[in-house]
């Protein structure tokens, strides 16, 4: 059981049901299509619960069943998944690598794995499933390091939540999920859900074992030069006009070549691509905390091809636009 929650998400019921398939589609609605289901050793008999919410940039589920099940990422891009134990055990797979989970083993999923989730003993098994936006881990990478990764960070599979840095994560699941339980209307404001989320993936960075750890242990790279802060200076205020290559050169005062080479080195972008990429992520904050059309958020950011940019979002953001502002 995660300590003190002898009932998480008490009060958001998705199902509660002696059919397996209503788990399974209350699973998938939880998680927003960002995964498959289906049963391994077909459908059992037994009671099968689940409970969630679902945020913009995450969503949390208590599942309570004795199904065995596989999981399969829709979007190879799109989300990463914590799962961790409240009560009993569940023998636990992830692309040929196993795991045991309970209340001190968790399971860390990448983008684009398949999980396989089997109750021991055939006792029906209670976990923590928290799914996270990619684009959430690239921002707190970015922030750490000073640069977004140049790969999809790709995490161990078994968290170990006995040792000092797996304990800082639990408890910072356990935060969150306390929260949303919470009759507080301030712990409902969707701006403090995403502060906890963001050191949430920001401990889970530090503390679990991934593909870029090295970097990490390298810390943030020196300040940017002189010209650099000039250029992201004048992206930040001009954003919302039309923007070249030539305007990010003169404003840091060198050739175009330089400039290009600097963001590269310290961003790992293009200085086009850094604008293209601050711009959406301006669109998706009004799109979640504004009710304007996503046609005049995006013309208010200095965006004037709407094909291009629904493309654009959805290659960042793992969804379209119109999906995000259906969320609001």
């Known amino acids: 059981m995660v300590s003190g929650l002898p009932a998480p998400l008490r009060g958001f019921l998705l199902t509660r049901s002696r059919n397996p398939v209503d788990l399974l589609n209350a699973a998938t609605r939880l998680f927003g299509g960002s995964v498959t289901t ?11 619960e689940l409970r969630g919410v679902a945020a913009p940039d995450f969503a949390v589920g208590y599942f309570a069943s004795p199904l065995t099940v596989r999981v399969r990422a829709a979007d190879k891009l799109g989300s990463y998944f914590v799962n961790l134990g409240v009560s009993g055990a569940i023998a636990a797979s992830r692309d040929g690598l196993d795991a045991t989970l309970t209340t001190v083993t968790a399971g860390v999923v990448n983008p684009g794995d398949t999980q396989e989730l089997r109750p021991v003993r055939n006792t029906p098994s209670r976990f923590l499933g928290l799914r996270i936006d990619a684009a959430l881990v690239d921002q707190a990478y970015a922030a750490l390091t000073g640069a977004p990764p140049r790969s999809t960070v790709r995490f161990d599979f078994a968290l170990d939540l006995a040792r000092p840095k797996g304990r800082a994560v639990h ?158």
């Open 171 to 328: 408890l910072l699941v356990r935060s969150l999920v306390e929260q949303l339980d919470s009759d507080d209307p301030l712990f409902q404001r969707a701006e403090l859900q995403r502060g906890q989320l963001r050191c949430l993936v920001t401990a889970l960075l530090l503390a679990q074992p991934h593909s870029h750890t090295d970097a990490l242990r390298d810390g943030p790279r020196p300040g940017h030069p002189r010209s650099l802060r000039a250029a992201l200076a004048f992206v930040e205020t001009h954003l919302a006009e039309r923007i070249t290559l030539a305007d990010i050169a003169d404003a840091a005062g060198c050739a175009p070549r330089t400039i290009s080479s600097a963001f590269r080195d310290r961003l790992g972008l293009s200085p086009l691509a850094y604008v293209r990429d601050l711009r959406l992520d301006r669109v998706r904050q009004d799109i979640l905390t504004t009710t304007d059309s996503v046609g005049t958020i995006a013309y208010r950011w200095g965006i004037t091809h709407l094909g291009r940019f629904a493309g654009d979002y959805r290659a960042r953001f793992h969804e379209l636009p119109s999906t995000t502002a259906a969320r609001r």
């Open 38 to 48: 289906s049963p391994l050793d077909g459908l059992c008999a037994g009671r099968h």
